[in-house]
């Protein structure tokens, strides 16, 4: 069985820096794809960063492509989110989730694609 679980999440003052983490267990081969999505209160949520591990493939909302990085962290089956210049746009409960596979990039951002997922970090912008 698969188990995800997301750290890093805080508060950090407009146009600072934050780094998630996503470690999964029950994770084996390297065909598998993680996932980072967002949700604020109020609103839909939003598929934010993937990482496709066969390729290392990476694809990003527009809302944050250019201020944030999606990385492996070697060795480990762990996803890091480096996210630069946060916005007052960027708060919310950020999720991470992994599923086995590569699905196309131009999909991989769809939550409907993951089974497996955190229960989440809040990631509050505020000065």
Request: charged share 15%; net charge positive.
């Amino acid at each position: 069985q698969v188990q995800v679980v997301e750290s890093g999440g805080g508060l950090v003052p407009p146009g600072e820096s934050l780094t998630l983490s996503c470690a999964a267990s029950g994770v084996t081969g390297n065909q598998w794809t993680f996932a980072w999505f967002r949700q604020a209160p109020g609103k839909e949520r939003e598929g934010v960063s993937c990482f496709r591990n066969s390729d290392k493939s990476t694809t990003y909302s527009q809302s944050v492509r250019g201020r944030f990085t999606i990385s492996r962290e070697s060795g480990q089956t762990m996803v890091r989110l480096r996210m630069n210049n946060l916005k007052p746009e960027d708060p919310g409960v950020y999720y991470c989730a992994v599923r086995p596979g590569r699905p196309a990039l131009s999909a991989c951002l769809s939550g409907n694609m993951y089974d497996n997922w955190g229960q989440g970090t809040q990631v509050t912008v505020s000065s």
